[in-house]
Nanobody, 128 residues
């Protein structure tokens, strides 16, 4: 069983930046895609970004495109979410998750049910 621990959240002013980290331990990390989701108060959890198991492909939601970047360091079993030009509407709890499909090479990544391990979340608050 893989364990995921997020860190790096906090309070930042609009226009600022944060980098979230997600450290994985337990079962192999390098052969699975990793994603980031977020849940704002009173809203459903939504897809933010995903990186393929090899790191060669990334996808981000339209709402964060051009501002957020996902990356991974397989040697450190860690995935990152660099968030720039933050907006108040980015305020949410951010979760990392592991894709359940080993060596998946398709493009279907946004559904939460595709992920079988989740971290506890880290709070990001963007003030205006």
């Amino acid at each position: 069983q893989v364990q995921l621990v997020e860190s790096g959240g906090g309070l930042v002013q609009a226009g600022g930046s944060l980098r979230l980290s997600c450290a994985a331990s337990g079962r192999p990390f390098t052969t699975y895609a990793m994603g980031w989701f977020r849940q704002a108060p009173g809203k459903e959890r939504e897809f933010v970004a995903v990186i393929s198991w090899s790191g060669s492909r990334t996808y981000v939601a339209d709402s964060v495109k051009g501002r957020f970047t996902i990356s991974r360091d397989n040697a450190k079993n860690t995935v990152y979410l660099q968030m720039n030009s933050l907006k108040p509407e980015d305020t949410a709890v951010y979760y990392c998750a592991r894709d359940s499909r080993r060596f998946y090479t398709g493009t279907n990544y946004a559904g939460q049910t595709l992920y079988d391990a989740w971290g506890q979340g880290t709070q990001v608050t963007v003030s205006s």
